[in-house]
C-alpha cells in the first residue's frame, strides 16, 4: 500500500507525515471498536476476517483490553470460535480472546461465555 511505502521513504518529513497518519488511524481504530465488534456477527467473511486482524493488533495493547471488553467483544468472538467459516477465522478469534484473557477480570467472562468447549477442540 502506498501509506506504508511512505514509510520507507528516504525524505524524513515524508516519513514523518505518514507515520502520524498511521497514528492516528491507529487511535481512532480504538475509538472504533463497537462497529468492529459489529462486524465479527455480520455474513462478510472478508469483513470479519479483517476485523479479527485488527482487533487482534488493539488487544494485544493492555490499555485497549477494556474499550474491546467493554464494547461487546467477547460474546461474538465466542461465538466464531464455534461458527467461524474456517479454522483460520476460529484461530483469529482464538487469539483475540487470548488477549482479552490476559487481563484476569476477563478471564470468568471468557469462561462463562462458553469459550473453553470450542477453544478445545481446536
Request: charged share 20%.
Amino acid at each position: 500500500p502506498p501509506l506504508v511505502q511512505l514509510l520507507d521513504s528516504a525524505d524524513d518529513a515524508l516519513k514523518g507525515s505518514a507515520l502520524r497518519v498511521v497514528v492516528h488511524l491507529a487511535a481512532k481504530a480504538v475509538g472504533a471498536s463497537k462497529s468492529l465488534v459489529a462486524m465479527l456477527s455480520g455474513t462478510n467473511d472478508a469483513l470479519t476476517n479483517n476485523a479479527l486482524d485488527v482487533l487482534r493488533y488493539l488487544a494485544a495493547d493492555e490499555a485497549n483490553r477494556a474499550k474491546l471488553a467493554d464494547a461487546g467483544a467477547i460474546k461474538p468472538l465466542v461465538a466464531l470460535l464455534s461458527r467461524g467459516t474456517d479454522d483460520a477465522q476460529k484461530e483469529k478469534a482464538a487469539r483475540v480472546l487470548g488477549s482479552l484473557a490476559f487481563e484476569q477480570a476477563y478471564e470468568v467472562p471468557i469462561a462463562q461465555a462458553g469459550a473453553i468447549p470450542p477453544l478445545v477442540q481446536l
